[in-house]
């Protein structure tokens, strides 16, 4: 599951933020701890203008990714007692 948020997360940041290799690299290293700041960065500006941001689709690819975290998170959760 923590491997379908970044690549969510990497998809989006490459598409909507231009981030090259380098940047990219850095960003993955984030989402493995759970930095998810650029995307949130991006989701707040998206929800200023949301008809626009749901038609062009942005909106909902960050709403996927808030989803997906929220399942990873839960998933942390689930085990960490089981360890």
Known sequence: M???????????AQDEL?????QLQELSQKI???D???IMELYEEEIK????????G???RSI???VQKAKVV???IWIMPLC
């Open 64 to 66: 996927f990714i808030q």
């Open 2 to 12: 923590h491997q379908s948020l970044e690549r969510m997360v990497l998809s989006l």
């Open 49 to 56: 203008h949301p008809v626009k941001s749901a038609l062009l």
């Open 32 to 34: 493995r701890i759970g």
């Open 74 to 76: 839960i998933k942390a």
């Open 18 to 22: 231009r981030y090259g290799p380098d």
């Open 58 to 60: 942005r909106l909902l």
């Open 36 to 38: 998810l700041t650029p």
